[in-house]
């Protein structure tokens, strides 16, 4: 009897993914720990977060996290040493990326990599938009994203296999086990592609064929009634394998290699009802590695390599008074080093900080967080970071919320510490800890002819720093109204200053410059970003229509101060005359779309174990380079154009296997001048399977 | 009668009036030259190297390609210790025949407007000249004179914006003179590895010696 109810349970078991009404309350109720650094509902939040939780990620077919990332309101890839992430108009230097609350390193020229992270271990991702260095410190500038990996508590594994167009393959397989008090979590993932050629009557391909690996393991117990200890390990590697041509028809070839490894033990002590302690070490080393040879004779054309370390040890301390509010303190020390080919030796640094945070909640419709961070860096000037934001619920559907706060972010490793002179036309470039020694070593070869900056602000530099303020509107229809439908509105300005830029410090008697970085630019990026999901009853399912758009103006304001003053000119490329450029004229910083949108539907028939999702994605025409020799973007010819990209994906639950196909790119809409990344019409078919020990009835 | 050989008489004496004064106005008896050199060759050399390699450059001489305005040809560099040639051109450097270094009497000013709307030269216009060879009238290295350099493209554009003002070698005539471009034959979209140092330039000429320049 109880057999044949085990098998009837068994049949009728519903799939794997969480159940459907969890898409629907889930942005209401969603726990999310990022914006506070305790766990909040992300609804009663005072600043804009979005949550994208791994159901979504699952049906939408992502595999990397730029394929999930590029889907969400205000956010873009973009590509510049790497696909990095663009919020409200910021590159992807200025964006702090988290995995499970500590930062990923690795950022060679200012951008982490996006397409290093696989998404199949991830629970779910938190991004917070506005500026949040008064927790998290440098780069916390245009925001946060935070990815939490899985932690299952239960007895379960799952595999899964998927192939698809470039012989792109991704294998992925995890288990969790639970003894006891103790929970051990593995995961394996290995990632390969051959690449593509947008560009095959040219040599080279447009992405060379790579293999990763990525392994992580997270070990949880519940030491003591109070006490409980997790162990989080993870290691990545990636080699590829490019060639290319160079301008004297000579080809070289190489190997380009990727290692980086992180390990995070974190106790957290409940020291009584009101006290919780936690204690951080978080360690992490990246490693990369070129080498690449002239194909004919095997003589070295390039070898390159980066080698950094992060150590961070942390406390933070809880207070919850009265129940209701709750204080959050936090001291820390962070110890780095970086060496590379083109900085001189192993460079060594280390920052001191400290942070607080309060967040008061007089009453069950107000919420105030004030808090504040400074950071003590051994290598330029220490920074103050603080930050107020607040939510008012003006009635159980409308909520008003605002926020305004100080972000920064500090010099990078080349803005300190490159060392390089360009051989063939002569100009040198040095960080500002080497331009003292830099400009003397050239002055003894007799190169210097003038030196035009006064030498005791050589190495004076400050981290870049910009003030922000997000105002915004949330509205929930359910309550009250009883109608499934989500509307958030948010309107940010960011004002940035310090911006680091190349200035000549020196002429050389060769004629041409050296250069240094100082602070130098200002920049401001505004908009508005609207985000809307409805979900309606279609027949035996459910469909979930989302929608999103952003609005940016992103403008360099010495340009439009230079252009009110009639100072900034353009030449037209074909006539060669020059004439003024006006205020309208300006297109504003490169890179950025004024317009991006985004509409998805999601459809369940949770029944059935059915599943299907379209997503389109738009991005209206962004400026690429300067044409016309006055260094600003101006000119029609001087934007890519804009483009919409389809995506279709459909899965199948029978039991505990999944199918799922689908169609990333369904136009095939490519672009090879402009957007190298964007990789044609891309189809792929996975099979998953899962696993959970059967809990006892 | 005797009004005829009178009027003969003003008229032979207006004309003559007229005849000197319009000696005095040049823009109706010495029009301005304006004039476009093209592919003006300033030490070329033979191949570009892109990023990571360092070519030798072939067959470059080292010397000034010397220029002068009102004859609108090259001058032998034979002359340089002559006021025959105005301004010379080597590879991006640009040089004037005045000052401690030179023989001759010119000058430039680095201008900030449009080629076009500068009809006469602003009489608050100091002329600069070669002092040192590092200290030029006009500033080398990229953003400072007439070209900015992006390290980049690798590519030298002339700012749109700039025009020389020029005092002539023998420090007498003035001119006004634009680069448009630092390549062969002027390409609308010059890469890395355009054959560069070919220089394409407009200039207007006032051959009276007057600052008005239209």
Redesign the interface.
């Known amino acids: 009897m109880s057999a044949s109810l085990l098998v009837c349970l068994l049949l009728q078991q519903t799939p794997v993914t969480p159940p459907a009404d969890t898409m629907r309350s889930r942005s209401l109720d969603a726990v999310v720990v990022t914006a506070t650094r305790t766990e909040r509902q992300v609804g009663s939040l005072p600043m804009p977060v979005t949550v994208v939780g791994k159901n979504q990620i699952q049906q939408s077919g992502s595999l990397r996290l730029n394929d999930i990332l590029r889907e969400q309101t205000g956010l873009t890839i973009v590509s510049d040493h790497g696909q990095g992430l663009q919020i409200q108009g910021f590159s992807p230097d200025y964006t702090l990326i988290l995995v499970d609350g500590e930062p990923l390193i690795g950022r060679t020229a200012g951008t982490l990599d996006l397409n290093r992270l696989t998404v199949g271990n991830i629970k779910q991702i938190e991004i917070v938009k506005g500026p949040s260095s008064s927790l998290y410190g440098s780069e916390a500038l245009a925001g946060v994203v935070n990815i939490i990996t899985e932690s299952p508590t239960r007895t379960q594994g799952s595999l899964s296999a998927r192939y698809g167009a470039n012989r792109t393959s991704d294998l992925t397989g995890d288990v969790s086990l639970r003894a006891g008090k103790t929970n051990l979590y593995l995961f394996g993932n290995r990632y390969a592609s051959a690449g593509y050629d947008l560009t095959p009557e040219t040599f080279g391909n447009t992405v060379s064929p790579f293999t990763n690996y990525t392994g992580s393991g997270r070990l949880t117990s519940q030491l003591a009634n109070r006490l409980k200890l997790t162990l989080t390990g993870r290691y990545f590697t990636e080699n590829q394998n490019t060639d290319a041509q160079?301008?004297?028809q000579q080809i070289v070839l190489g190997a380009g290699k990727v290692n980086e490894y992180t390990i995070n033990p974190v106790v957290t002590h409940q020291v009584s009802d009101v006290w919780k302690l936690m204690y951080r070490y978080y360690r992490s080393g990246y490693n990369t590695a070129t080498d690449l040879r002239y194909q004919t004779t095997g003589a070295e054309?390039?070898a390159s390599y980066f080698r950094q370390t992060f150590n961070r040890p942390e406390l933070v301390v809880e207070r919850t008074i009265r129940n209701r509010h709750f204080l959050t303190v936090g001291v820390g020390y962070i110890g780095e080093s970086v060496e590379a080919t083109r900085y001189p030796g192993r460079q060594v640094f280390s920052t001191r900080y400290g942070f607080a945070q309060f967040e008061w909640v007089p009453t069950r419709r107000l919420t105030v967080i004030a808090g504040g961070r400074y950071d003590d860096h051994s290598q330029y000037a220490s920074q103050v970071s603080p930050k107020l934001s607040a939510r008012y619920e003006l009635s159980p559907t409308l909520a008003l919320r605002g926020s305004g706060g100080v972000g920064f972010k500090a010099p990078d490793f080349r803005q300190l510490y490159l060392n390089f002179d360009?051989?063939?036309?002569g100009?040198s470039v040095f960080g500002t800890q080497e331009v003292a020694a830099g400009i003397a070593r050239l002055q003894q070869r007799g190169q210097i002819?003038?030196v035009l900056i006064d030498p005791a602000r050589f190495g004076a530099i400050r981290a870049e720093s910009s003030v922000a303020f997000n105002l915004g509107l949330s509205a929930n229809f359910q309550q009250t109204y009883d109608l499934p439908l989500q509307l958030s509105v948010n309107l940010f300005r960011n004002d940035v200053r310090d911006l680091i830029e190349t200035q000549?410090v020196a002429?050389k008697?060769n004629?041409?410059?050296v250069f240094s970085y100082t602070n130098l630019n200002r920049v401001f990026t505004q908009g508005a970003e609207v985000d809307a999901s409805y979900r309606l009853t279609l027949g035996a399912g459910r469909l979930t229509v989302s929608a999103g758009y952003q609005y940016l103006d992103a403008r360099d304001k010495s340009v439009v101060d230079a252009i009110r003053a009639g100072?900034?000119?353009?030449?037209n490329?074909?006539t060669?005359?020059?004439?003024?450029v006006k205020l309208a004229d300006y297109g504003g910083l490169l890179n950025r779309s004024r317009h991006m949108a985004n509409l998805k539907f999601f459809y369940e028939l949770p029944k059935q174990g059915l599943s299907a999702s379209l997503r389109g994605i738009y991005r209206s025409r962004y400026g690429f380079?300067?044409?016309?020799?006055?260094?600003i973007l101006d000119t029609d010819s001087e934007y890519v154009p804009g483009y919409i990209t389809w995506h279709v994906a459909a899965a199948k639950t029978i039991r505990q296997l999944t199918v799922q196909a689908g169609i990333d790119n369904l136009t095939g809409y490519t672009d090879p001048q402009y957007i190298p990344t964007l990789a044609g019409r891309l189809w792929y078919v996975s099979l998953r399977w899962n696993w959970q020990q059967r809990a006892s009835i | 009668m005797n009004v005829l050989p009178n009027l003969l008489l003003l008229t032979i004496s207006v004309a003559t009036l007229t005849a000197c004064s319009k000696d005095d106005n040049a823009v109706t008896t010495q029009p301005v030259q304006s004039l476009t050199v093209k592919n003006l060759s300033a030490d070329p050399i033979s191949?570009t190297?892109?990023?990571?390699?360092?070519?030798q450059p072939v067959a470059a001489t080292g010397k000034f390609t010397l220029y002068s305005l009102r004859e609108n040809k090259i001058i032998a560099n034979t002359d340089s210790a002559t006021n025959k040639w105005d301004i010379g051109f080597r590879s991006?450097?640009i040089i004037i025949n005045g000052g401690a270094i030179r023989s001759g009497q010119g000058g430039a000013n680095v201008y900030?407007?449009?080629?076009?709307a500068l009809t006469a030269i602003p009489t608050s216009t100091t002329f600069a000249q070669d002092q040192t060879?590092?200290?030029l009238a006009v500033p080398?290295?990229?953003?400072?004179g007439w070209y900015?350099?992006?390290?980049?493209?690798?590519v030298v554009?002339?700012?749109?914006?700039r025009v020389l003002l020029i005092r002539t070698g023998d420090g007498t005539k003035y001119a006004k003179l634009?680069i448009?471009?630092y390549y062969l034959d002027?390409p609308?979209?010059p890469t890395?590895?355009t054959p560069s140092r070919y220089y394409?330039f407009?200039y207007t000429y006032q051959p009276s010696g007057s600052t008005t320049l239209n």
């Open positions: 160079l301008t004297d054309y390039d360009n051989g063939v036309v100009y002819a003038e000549v002429q008697t004629g041409q410059n100072q900034v000119f353009r030449r490329p074909e060669l005359v020059t004439e003024q380079a300067d044409r016309n020799g006055n260094l | 191949t190297a892109g990023s990571g390699t360092a070519v991006t450097a900030t407007g449009t080629f076009d060879a590092t200290q080398g290295g990229s953003g400072n900015n350099y992006s390290s980049t493209t690798n554009s002339a700012i749109p914006g634009e448009l471009s002027a609308a979209s890395g590895t394409t407009r």
